[in-house]
């Protein structure tokens, strides 16, 4: 057995945040219509001893810490704490230090315990050596997460600092594993001064910002509270701007993900392979540096928060993280790492990636046998007369949605009347489909 990411159901605030990441599996047990949408990819309609009519759905993982199945890369390679064994002080009392010594188990920090579960009141971190190690040079040090795949971010990623919240900070990401990188974010106590930038918040963007990268003083300026000790990336503070109040009632709910859809801008945004966190200047506590005491300055990071799923293409509900990589559970007669291909046999059509689209059943885009016509139009249905497994034999009826009422040809069996099959829905979802399947012919 391959033990499967835990879920959760909605995504809750930190302290409470690994507990429920264990419940989530449990939770999401409970009654269909709790669940989140794009949860299943393949619902059965109908059942009997001869016959099974089951529909596809377009399907995602649920949202997981990532950070905890991400390789960890911290550069350069001396910059942890403790080789030859050293004092870290405190930025407010030089006077009050710890030792670091990776050859002590108590006394080294090394950074795995960025990801571990924290227990309240016992923080473990990692720690880097401190300046005095590199002055005058800058004191600077990447921290890399690769995941070997493509991963999307769904909410925020936090950083918790056991120290104060560096001067300086970047967060960058890589969609082709390290070899180029693009800004998310930059962080700063003065951003013109370290980076010519206008300094600006996420809660301030606009929705036509929906994917600028902005340089924040929130968590490092002089205004920023000193005893609070996080980072934000605000993901969800960005998605909100999809979200839009101005939809007329009952199309409420295809957002955000229907303009997820239609803003492929955004969903390359928060599409990575790698994230890395440039630190590039401690906390100093002002302008003067302490030149006899620089063991005050250093960086210690506590918790790394990477909310988020594996990219499937929308063919996959589930991923599993089976010898140290995340693979995901295709769906649709799709296969790889990624469901980006249709499997051998099932490729009578180009492979599409599923839609969100309609609202919330999305577009499955299931690859079809060989065997299918080439005509066959995209539905979503499938049923099969002989045996309610998939299987070589499986008959293909014309099923699409919008063509219900002409079910009966080409379909097989017919022994069931189509009302039983397609229950009634409402005139909304009609539309919806209807205004869907132009989006899809637009987009694709
Ligand atoms: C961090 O990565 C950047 C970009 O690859 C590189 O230029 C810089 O030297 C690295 N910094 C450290 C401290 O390794
Ligand atoms: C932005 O995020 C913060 C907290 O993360 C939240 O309180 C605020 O309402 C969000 N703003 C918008 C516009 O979504
Ligand atoms: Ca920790």
């Known amino acids: 057995m391959v033990p499967t990411v835990p879920t959760g159901l909605a995504w809750?605030?930190?302290?409470?945040?690994?507990?429920?990441?264990?419940?989530?599996?449990?939770?999401?047990?409970?009654?269909?219509?709790?669940?989140?949408?794009?949860?299943?990819?393949?619902?059965?309609?109908?059942?009997?001893?001869?016959?099974?009519?089951?529909?596809?759905?377009?399907?995602?993982?649920?949202?997981?810490?990532?950070?905890?199945?991400?390789?960890?890369?911290?550069?350069?390679?001396d910059i942890t704490c403790g080789k030859p064994p050293e004092n870290i002080c405190a930025l407010e009392n030089p006077y009050?230090?710890?030792?670091?010594?990776?050859?002590?188990?108590?006394?080294?920090?090394?950074?795995?315990?960025?990801?571990?579960?924290?227990?309240?009141?016992?923080?473990?971190?990692?720690?880097?050596?401190?300046?005095?190690?590199?002055?005058?040079?800058?004191?600077?040090?990447?921290?890399?997460?690769s995941w070997g795949r493509e991963v999307e971010l769904t909410?925020?990623?936090?950083?918790?600092?056991?120290?104060?919240?560096?001067?300086?900070l970047v967060l960058e990401r890589s969609r082709d594993h390290g070899r180029s990188w693009r800004p998310l974010q930059f962080y700063a106590d003065d951003c013109l001064e370290e980076f010519g930038m206008e300094q600006r918040r996420a809660l301030d963007l606009l929705s036509e910002d929906v994917t600028k990268v902005i340089c924040t003083e929130e968590y490092s300026g002089s205004f920023a509270s000193k005893g609070i000790r996080t980072v934000r990336m605000e993901i969800q503070n960005r998605t909100a701007l999809l979200a839009g109040p101005r939809l007329?009632?009952?199309?409420?709910?295809?957002?955000?993900?229907?303009?997820?859809?239609?803003?492929?801008?955004?969903?390359?945004?928060?599409?990575?392979?790698?994230?890395?966190?440039?630190?590039?200047?401690?906390?100093?506590g002002g302008t003067f540096i302490d030149k006899e005491n620089l063991q005050k300055y250093h960086y210690a990071i506590s918790d790394v928060l990477v909310p988020g799923r594996c990219?499937?293409?929308l063919h996959a509900s589930e991923c599993v993280f089976n010898a140290g990589r995340l693979a995901c559970v295709c769906q649709h007669r799709t296969a790889g790492p990624d469901c980006s291909k249709c499997q051998r046999g099932f490729r009578s059509r180009r492979w599409r990636q599923g839609s969100y689209l309609p609202y919330p059943m999305g577009s499955a885009n299931v690859c079809l046998p060989n065997n299918a016509p080439a005509a066959f139009p995209n539905h979503e249905r499938i049923?099969?007369?002989?045996?309610?497994?998939?299987?070589?034999?499986?008959?293909?009826?014309?099923?699409?949605?919008?063509?219900?009422?002409?079910?009966?040809?080409?379909?097989?069996?017919?022994?069931?009347?189509?009302?039983?099959?397609?229950?009634?829905?409402?005139?909304?979802?009609?539309?919806?489909?209807?205004?869907?399947?132009?989006?899809?012919?637009?987009?694709?």
């Open 12 to 77: 809750p605030d930190e302290p409470l945040r690994r507990v429920l990441l264990l419940l989530g599996a449990a939770l999401s047990l409970g009654s269909a219509s709790q669940l989140p949408p794009y949860s299943r990819c393949k619902v059965t309609v109908h059942s009997s001893d001869d016959v099974a009519a089951w529909e596809y759905h377009s399907c995602q993982p649920q949202t997981t810490d990532l950070a905890r199945y991400a390789r960890i890369h911290v550069d350069p390679m």
């Open 96 to 145: 009050l230090c710890a030792e670091c010594d990776v050859s002590m188990l108590g006394l080294s920090h090394p950074p795995h315990l960025m990801v571990d579960a924290e227990v309240p009141d016992t923080s473990t971190f990692w720690q880097s050596a401190s300046w005095h190690r590199t002055h005058p040079e800058p004191l600077r040090a990447n921290i890399t997460f």
């Open 155 to 168: 909410h925020d990623v936090v950083i918790t600092f056991q120290s104060r919240r560096p001067a300086a």
């Open 248 to 284: 007329p009632p009952g199309r409420v709910s295809a957002s955000p993900y229907g303009r997820m859809t239609a803003n492929p801008a955004l969903r390359d945004f928060l599409t990575l392979t790698d994230l890395r966190l440039s630190l590039l200047r401690p906390a100093t």
């Open 311 to 313: 990219q499937c293409n």
């Open 383 to 444: 049923w099969s007369s002989s045996s309610p497994l998939e299987g070589s034999q499986r008959r293909l009826g014309d099923a699409e949605v919008t063509h219900r009422q002409g079910l009966g040809h080409g379909g097989g069996g017919g022994a069931i009347s189509h009302a039983a099959l397609w229950p009634s829905v409402s005139s909304v979802e009609n539309k919806e489909h209807s205004s869907g399947t132009q989006v899809l012919n637009f987009i694709f």
